[in-house]
Protein backbone atom coordinates (compact mmCIF):
# COMPACT_ATOMS: atom_id res chain seq x y z
CA UNK A 1 0.00 0.00 0.00
CA UNK A 2 0.98 3.83 -1.19
CA UNK A 3 1.60 6.85 0.89
CA UNK A 4 -1.23 8.32 -0.67
CA UNK A 5 -3.18 5.26 -0.23
CA UNK A 6 -2.60 4.79 3.33
CA UNK A 7 -2.70 8.52 4.33
CA UNK A 8 -6.01 8.33 1.98
CA UNK A 9 -7.72 5.57 4.43
CA UNK A 10 -6.18 7.57 7.08
CA UNK A 11 -7.86 10.74 6.02
CA UNK A 12 -11.64 8.92 5.68
CA UNK A 13 -11.35 7.54 8.90
CA UNK A 14 -11.32 10.65 10.22
CA UNK A 15 -13.78 12.47 8.37
CA UNK A 16 -16.16 9.35 9.04
CA UNK A 17 -15.08 10.24 12.90
CA UNK A 18 -16.32 13.91 12.59
CA UNK A 19 -19.13 12.80 10.78
CA UNK A 20 -20.35 10.54 12.97
CA UNK A 21 -19.49 12.46 16.09
CA UNK A 22 -21.73 15.96 14.24
CA UNK A 23 -24.50 13.68 13.78
CA UNK A 24 -24.39 12.31 17.40
CA UNK A 25 -24.87 15.68 18.76
CA UNK A 26 -27.41 16.80 16.34
CA UNK A 27 -29.53 14.08 17.70
CA UNK A 28 -28.77 14.39 20.98
CA UNK A 29 -29.15 18.42 20.61
CA UNK A 30 -32.88 17.84 18.69
CA UNK A 31 -33.51 15.25 22.08
CA UNK A 32 -32.78 18.08 24.38
CA UNK A 33 -35.07 20.35 22.76
CA UNK A 34 -37.73 18.14 22.14
CA UNK A 35 -37.59 17.49 26.10
CA UNK A 36 -37.53 21.16 27.12
CA UNK A 37 -40.63 21.60 24.12
CA UNK A 38 -42.92 18.37 25.82
CA UNK A 39 -41.89 20.02 29.09
CA UNK A 40 -42.70 23.59 28.69
CA UNK A 41 -45.88 23.11 26.29
CA UNK A 42 -47.13 20.76 29.24
CA UNK A 43 -46.74 23.17 31.71
CA UNK A 44 -48.51 25.75 29.67
CA UNK A 45 -51.64 23.99 29.26
CA UNK A 46 -51.12 22.62 32.73
CA UNK A 47 -51.35 26.37 34.18
CA UNK A 48 -54.34 27.24 32.33
CA UNK A 49 -55.96 24.35 32.96
CA UNK A 50 -57.55 24.73 36.59
CA UNK A 51 -58.38 28.61 35.82
CA UNK A 52 -60.44 27.28 32.32
CA UNK A 53 -62.16 24.55 34.68
CA UNK A 54 -62.88 27.11 37.06
CA UNK A 55 -64.52 29.52 34.54
CA UNK A 56 -66.56 26.73 32.70
CA UNK A 57 -67.87 26.12 36.02
CA UNK A 58 -68.56 29.99 36.11
CA UNK A 59 -70.28 30.20 33.03
CA UNK A 60 -72.60 26.87 33.47
CA UNK A 61 -73.99 28.87 37.05
CA UNK A 62 -74.48 32.04 34.86
CA UNK A 63 -76.66 29.91 32.43
CA UNK A 64 -78.57 28.21 34.87
CA UNK A 65 -78.82 31.25 37.18
CA UNK A 66 -80.24 33.17 33.93
CA UNK A 67 -82.58 30.47 33.10
CA UNK A 68 -83.99 30.56 36.43
CA UNK A 69 -84.19 34.25 36.92
CA UNK A 70 -86.57 34.20 33.51
CA UNK A 71 -88.60 31.60 34.37
CA UNK A 72 -89.35 33.49 37.73
CA UNK A 73 -89.90 36.67 35.74
CA UNK A 74 -92.27 34.13 33.74
CA UNK A 75 -94.63 33.87 36.45
CA UNK A 76 -94.30 37.02 38.62
CA UNK A 77 -95.71 38.15 34.82
CA UNK A 78 -98.64 35.18 34.44
CA UNK A 79 -99.62 36.70 38.44
CA UNK A 80 -99.71 39.81 37.34
CA UNK A 81 -102.24 39.73 34.74
CA UNK A 82 -104.14 36.98 36.29
CA UNK A 83 -104.53 38.51 39.60
CA UNK A 84 -103.18 42.19 38.91
CA UNK A 85 -99.97 41.99 41.60
CA UNK A 86 -98.47 44.64 40.25
CA UNK A 87 -96.41 45.09 43.88
CA UNK A 88 -95.01 41.77 43.50
CA UNK A 89 -94.23 42.29 39.70
CA UNK A 90 -92.22 45.19 40.74
CA UNK A 91 -90.43 43.05 43.27
CA UNK A 92 -89.67 40.44 40.63
CA UNK A 93 -88.60 42.91 38.48
CA UNK A 94 -86.05 44.47 40.91
CA UNK A 95 -84.58 40.84 41.67
CA UNK A 96 -84.22 40.06 38.17
CA UNK A 97 -82.43 43.17 37.49
CA UNK A 98 -80.29 42.35 40.86
CA UNK A 99 -79.45 38.87 39.81
CA UNK A 100 -78.95 39.49 36.27
CA UNK A 101 -76.30 42.39 37.83
CA UNK A 102 -74.84 40.05 39.93
CA UNK A 103 -74.29 37.30 36.86
CA UNK A 104 -73.39 40.03 34.55
CA UNK A 105 -70.30 40.56 37.27
CA UNK A 106 -69.48 36.91 37.56
CA UNK A 107 -69.13 36.49 33.97
CA UNK A 108 -66.62 39.37 33.80
CA UNK A 109 -64.84 37.95 36.35
CA UNK A 110 -64.66 34.77 34.56
CA UNK A 111 -63.44 36.53 31.37
CA UNK A 112 -60.67 38.94 33.44
CA UNK A 113 -59.60 35.22 34.45
CA UNK A 114 -59.24 33.90 31.43
CA UNK A 115 -58.07 36.71 29.88
CA UNK A 116 -54.87 36.65 32.91
CA UNK A 117 -54.15 33.02 32.27
CA UNK A 118 -53.76 33.39 28.58
CA UNK A 119 -51.67 36.24 29.27
CA UNK A 120 -49.69 34.47 31.67
CA UNK A 121 -46.21 33.79 30.14
CA UNK A 122 -44.48 32.25 28.38
CA UNK A 123 -46.99 31.72 26.17
CA UNK A 124 -46.58 28.80 23.06
CA UNK A 125 -45.94 31.32 20.39
CA UNK A 126 -43.20 32.55 23.56
CA UNK A 127 -42.06 29.01 23.49
CA UNK A 128 -42.03 28.06 19.80
CA UNK A 129 -39.41 31.66 19.44
CA UNK A 130 -37.21 30.63 22.37
CA UNK A 131 -36.98 26.93 20.62
CA UNK A 132 -36.37 28.58 17.13
CA UNK A 133 -33.60 31.29 18.43
CA UNK A 134 -31.91 28.21 20.15
CA UNK A 135 -31.94 26.27 17.06
CA UNK A 136 -30.11 28.41 15.32
CA UNK A 137 -27.81 29.07 18.10
CA UNK A 138 -27.10 25.47 17.40
CA UNK A 139 -26.75 25.35 14.20
CA UNK A 140 -23.74 27.68 14.53
CA UNK A 141 -22.11 24.94 15.95
CA UNK A 142 -23.44 22.26 13.78
CA UNK A 143 -21.85 23.95 10.92
CA UNK A 144 -18.60 24.25 12.43
CA UNK A 145 -18.90 20.57 12.50
CA UNK A 146 -19.46 20.49 9.53
CA UNK A 147 -16.45 22.58 8.03
CA UNK A 148 -14.27 20.12 9.95
CA UNK A 149 -15.39 17.06 8.56
CA UNK A 150 -15.48 19.12 4.75
CA UNK A 151 -11.39 19.75 5.48
CA UNK A 152 -11.00 16.06 6.70
CA UNK A 153 -12.51 15.25 3.26
CA UNK A 154 -10.37 17.54 1.18
CA UNK A 155 -7.47 16.19 3.05
CA UNK A 156 -8.01 12.80 1.72
CA UNK A 157 -5.90 13.14 -1.46
CA UNK A 158 -2.89 15.50 -1.38
CA UNK A 159 -3.39 18.31 -4.15
CA UNK A 160 0.41 18.88 -4.37
CA UNK A 161 1.98 16.88 -7.07
CA UNK A 162 4.28 13.67 -5.77
CA UNK A 163 7.93 14.76 -5.32
CA UNK A 164 8.78 11.90 -7.91
CA UNK A 165 7.04 13.30 -10.06
CA UNK A 166 8.79 16.58 -9.27
CA UNK A 167 12.07 15.23 -9.86
CA UNK A 168 11.33 13.65 -12.61
CA UNK A 169 10.37 16.47 -14.33
CA UNK A 170 13.29 18.58 -13.92
CA UNK A 171 15.36 15.15 -14.80
CA UNK A 172 14.02 15.35 -18.52
CA UNK A 173 13.88 19.28 -18.59
CA UNK A 174 16.76 20.35 -17.20
CA UNK A 175 19.63 17.28 -17.29
CA UNK A 176 20.67 17.42 -21.17
CA UNK A 177 17.65 15.08 -22.61
CA UNK A 178 17.06 17.51 -25.31
CA UNK A 179 20.93 17.27 -26.66
CA UNK A 180 20.20 13.70 -26.85
CA UNK A 181 17.43 13.77 -28.60
CA UNK A 182 18.62 16.30 -31.19
CA UNK A 183 20.97 13.61 -31.73
CA UNK A 184 23.63 14.97 -34.23
CA UNK A 185 21.95 18.03 -35.62
CA UNK A 186 23.25 20.23 -32.72
CA UNK A 187 21.78 23.25 -34.42
CA UNK A 188 20.35 25.48 -31.79
CA UNK A 189 17.03 26.04 -33.27
CA UNK A 190 16.70 21.99 -33.76
CA UNK A 191 17.96 21.52 -29.87
CA UNK A 192 14.78 24.13 -29.19
CA UNK A 193 12.37 21.89 -30.67
CA UNK A 194 13.45 18.97 -28.89
CA UNK A 195 13.41 20.22 -25.85
CA UNK A 196 10.16 21.95 -26.50
CA UNK A 197 8.47 18.51 -27.63
CA UNK A 198 9.71 17.46 -23.89
CA UNK A 199 7.90 19.92 -22.26
CA UNK A 200 4.69 19.44 -24.46
CA UNK A 201 4.74 15.54 -23.67
CA UNK A 202 5.54 16.08 -20.00
CA UNK A 203 3.03 19.14 -19.92
CA UNK A 204 5.54 21.75 -18.83
CA UNK A 205 8.43 22.15 -17.25
CA UNK A 206 7.88 22.15 -13.45
CA UNK A 207 4.98 21.69 -11.18
CA UNK A 208 4.80 23.92 -8.57
CA UNK A 209 1.82 25.78 -10.16
CA UNK A 210 -0.38 22.76 -11.14
CA UNK A 211 -0.86 21.27 -8.32
CA UNK A 212 -3.36 18.18 -9.27
Known amino acids: MGRYERAA ?23 REEVRLDEEMSDRVNSVQATLNEVASIQDAIIAGSLEVKKELEKAKKRLV ?13 GAATRLGELRTLHIDAVNRIQGALARPPSAVDIIERMTKDLLKLSGSWEASAREVDESIADVVDANA ?14 GYDLILAGDDRDEENIEKCKQKIQSLTGGDNFSNHPL
Open 162 to 175: PIEMIELSRELNDN
Open 82 to 94: KYGDKEMMATQII
Open 9 to 31: KNSLKEANSLATSLIDSVRQDLR
